[in-house]
T-cell receptor, first 116, second 119 residues
């Protein structure tokens, strides 16, 4: 099955700096890669995603890059702000060709702390 | 829409007791997911439903866990009997249709979770 590894587990930056979180996946059949942000006491919320036929996607201060050959994808946050402090999860999605089962496999999470 | 609604938000119970967690998905969504989140294992998919039918329950840890979706607006996750190692945050999520909608993002909308503590 799919395995998603995420690094680092914690990341501390100063306000205004950039933050980069990296993930690798194992299943080449995975074709969709979302990133979720989880604030304290809340459920994860989608912030950006990328499909396997795209190499990069940007939305204001956040961007995601995908290297299908290396099975790597990364989240980039520029001009970080204290409200960016949260736990970020990457995920990989695939549909099993035999069963049709769909599954979103999450990474272990990165706790980002942005200090003023 | 109020989003995905879960109840209770917190549950403390003693080992051996039955626990029932409840979820109301977003209206119109035809996929419903139950996840468990722990420090050790992260966010794990337990089971998901499509149009009220359980599709993949391979993530359900043991026979002590069961889930039902009697209609499109309600689902339960039951643990009987509960054990201390079941302590976790349980999330319900819902989504509309499948990934393969051209140009659409595939978002699973998560509820606020139920924090379960089994003593």
């Amino acid at each position: 099955g799919e395995n998603v590894e995420q690094h680092p587990s914690t990341l501390s930056v100063q306000e205004g700096d950039s933050a980069v979180i990296k993930c690798t996946y194992s299943d080449s059949a995975s074709n969709y890669f979302p990133w979720y942000k989880q604030e304290l006491g809340k459920g994860p919320q989608l912030i950006i995603d990328i499909r396997s036929n795209v190499g990069e996607k940007k939305d204001q201060r956040i961007a995601v890059t995908l290297n299908k050959t290396a099975k790597h994808f990364s989240l980039h946050i520029t001009e970080t702000q204290p409200e960016d402090s949260a736990v970020y999860f990457c995920a990989a999605f695939r549909t099993h060709s035999g069963t049709g089962f769909q599954k979103l496999v999450f990474g272990t999470g990165t706790r980002l702390l942005v200090s003023p | 829409d109020a989003g995905v609604i879960q109840s209770p938000r917190h549950e403390v119970t003693e080992m051996g007791q039955e626990v029932t967690l409840r979820c109301k998905p977003i209206s119109g969504h035809d996929y419903l997911f139950w996840y468990r989140q722990t420090m050790m294992r992260g966010l794990e998919l337990l089971i998901y439903f499509n149009n009220n039918v359980p599709i993949d329950d391979s993530g359900m840890p043991e026979d002590r866990f069961s889930a039902k979706m009697p209609n499109a607006s309600f689902s339960t996750l039951k643990i009987q009997p509960s054990e201390p190692r079941d302590s976790a945050v349980y999330f319900c999520a819902s989504s509309a249709s499948s990934l393969y909608l051209t140009g659409e993002s595939y978002e699973q909308y998560f509820g606020p979770g139920t924090r379960l503590t089994v003593t």
